[in-house]
């Protein structure tokens, strides 16, 4: 009676396999899901706010050379400040408002419309990086619960991407959404917060590598279905072993020879 030992390259391999599977998967999930979008998210009303365009680049073969954006016209903002870029130039536009508003005794006549950061010779978002664009803002309305502010990407093979579709609650995401800023109430008891906001992702003078960090830990993920899928491999290769000596036949008893049988009658 024999038995057939247990494959063992198979399992590990297989082990590997679905590690290396879940962590492709996870990594393209990312890279589909990166959109433009305004950082932090929220605001107080009738407060200042440092906001973070955060913009990156979805294309695999081009890189992000011009970005810009849009301020919404029916809710005017009177001051807008930006941060330089290093190897980028920075371009605004302004638009009369009727009637002129009032920000802090003063009335306002003109304020920005448009912003737009154009990469100088050599320099741009390549694919898998990302870069924050920051803006200075307020005082922010108080009648309205969100800013919406379209944008248009621009790569170097002459693809312009706009982020400019509205977001409906309770809806599937749109391909494309715009920015959005949600407005909030402030704590203290005229209303507001009284401090500007910093976003805590803003980085200013780099271009960061968006996959940097998701990689490390996505890869590891793999590695460890992977190490869990060889450990598996190894004890059932060992249970096998255990299994196929147990069920070993005994070796059956040497039959006399002849001469000893006939001593045996004498």
Same mark, same amino acid.
């Given at each position: 009676m024999t038995t057939t030992p247990l494959p063992k390259r198979p399992i590990a391999r297989m082990g590997c396999a679905l590690g290396a599977a879940l962590a492709i998967t996870l990594l393209t999930g990312g890279v589909a899901s990166a959109h433009v979008t305004a950082q932090p998210g929220t605001a107080v009303k009738g407060d200042r706010a440092i906001v973070a365009l955060n913009v990156p680049t979805e294309s695999d073969t081009a890189g992000t050379v011009k970005f810009e954006l849009t301020l919404p016209a029916d809710h005017p903002i009177a001051e807008v400040l930006t941060t330089p870029w290093p190897g980028w130039t920075e371009g605004v536009t302004k638009t009369r408002v009727t009637p002129p508003i009032e920000s802090e005794g003063e009335r306002v006549n003109e304020v920005v419309h448009t912003i737009t950061w154009t990469a100088q010779p050599g320099n741009r978002i390549g694919p898998g990086q990302f870069a924050n664009f920051q803006i200075s803002i307020g005082p922010l309305p108080q009648d309205v619960d969100q800013l919406v502010m379209p944008a248009v990407q621009t790569y170097d093979d002459g693809k312009a991407v706009s982020w400019d579709q509205a977001q409906t609650p309770g809806a599937p995401e749109p391909a494309h959404p715009a920015p959005v800023l949600t407005l909030v109430a *402030?704590? *203290?008891?005229? *209303?507001?917060? *009284?401090?500007?906001?910093?976003?805590?992702?803003?980085t200013t003078g780099t271009t960061v590598t968006s996959s940097d960090n998701t990689a490390r830990w996505l890869a590891g993920a793999g590695l460890l279905v992977g190490a869990l899928g060889l450990t598996a491999g190894l004890r059932r290769r060992r249970a096998g072993k255990r299994r196929t000596g147990d069920f070993q036949l005994a070796p059956e008893p040497r039959q006399p020879s002849d001469r000893a049988r006939r001593h045996s009658r004498s």
């Open positions: *402030g704590t *203290g008891a005229d *209303g507001t917060a *009284g401090h500007q906001q910093d976003p805590t992702t803003a």
